[in-house]
């Protein structure tokens, strides 16, 4: 099994967004001003495995528009093509994509990608509601043409910590876990490497291992109680099994990767 850190240009978020307050100002603190934090990466991951070429994630696009609490820095030259390009990859052989998330830093790069494409059944029945909906028009951030996943659904049992997955390798090796909390259907993506550790490719799961260890809840999800129980679920199988934790816009993910570090 092969797994590659791919970069989609970087994004710079509010304070506010990275550290949020508790309290009716986790939110209302997004549309404020408030320092901007260094670029952070926008990552997604191609696996190679069984044959087969599955991305987690397809990046962002140098249309994106910026938002209150992020700004976009995508060139043309930094979208998916050149991305897997950078990996020595083709989007020609791209056998699937698995989406952890419907932000579009996260599948607007799909533009590019003409595999079938799965999100989980819970992050498409969430998308398609009235909230999201609205938030979507406000912020100026539609899904990319076309945008027509296949939902599936976590219906493979437990995986370590997690109560519910899927695999999404014919061995078992590559499995989605449930991760709700940044959005209420959000999965990462578990490969079980061949020394036997697990990478997870978290999404958003948090912005950051810092978050993860404090255990600190983002802004924009809807339920912060529901993100902390997922952060426990994931230190959980962190303490079980060596865990080597790549959040999409943490800048040390790509070297965790490289450098095969697990979570201490
Ligand atoms: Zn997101
Ligand atoms: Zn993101």
């Known amino acids: 099994m092969k797994i590659h850190a791919l970069t989609t240009g970087a994004v710079r978020l509010k304070q506010a967004f990275l550290h949020p307050r508790s309290g009716p100002r986790r939110q209302l603190d997004l549309f404020?001003?408030?320092?901007w934090s260094e670029p952070m990466p926008i990552h997604c991951w191609a696996i190679e495995h069984e044959g087969r070429l599955l991305l987690v994630d397809t990046g962002e696009v140098a249309?994106?528009?910026n938002i209150s609490f992020a700004r976009f820095e995508v060139a043309r030259e930094q979208e998916l093509p050149s991305a897997m390009a950078a990996a020595?990859?083709?989007?020609?052989?791209v056998s699937a994509v698995v989406l952890t998330h419907h932000h579009?830093?996260?599948?607007d790069g799909l533009s590019h990608v003409r595999a079938p494409v799965r999100i989980h059944d819970a992050e498409l029945q969430f998308l398609g509601g009235a909230f999201p909906r609205v938030m979507r028009r406000v912020l100026r951030q539609p899904l990319p043409d076309g945008f027509a996943p296949e939902p599936f659904a976590l219906d493979g049992g437990p995986f370590g910590a997690f109560a519910r997955s899927r695999a999404l390798s014919d061995d078992g090796r590559v499995v989605a876990v449930e991760t709700p909390g940044h959005t209420p259907g959000h999965v990462s993506v578990i490969c079980v490497d061949d020394s036997g550790r697990h990478v997870m490719l978290a999404g958003d799961a948090t912005d950051s291992l810092e978050q993860l260890k404090a255990r600190r809840a983002d802004a924009i999800g809807p339920d912060p109680k529901v993100h902390v129980a997922t952060l426990d679920t994931i230190l959980a199988h962190c303490a079980q099994h060596p865990t080597v934790y790549l959040p999409s816009h943490d800048p040390d993910s790509a070297a965790r990767l490289a450098g095969a570090v697990t979570v201490s």
Not at 32 to 35: A, E, G, K, Q, Y
């Open 104 to 107: 579009g830093d996260h599948v």
């Open 63 to 65: 249309t994106a528009r």
């Open 32 to 35: 404020l001003p408030s320092p």
């Open 88 to 93: 020595g990859l083709s989007l020609e052989d």
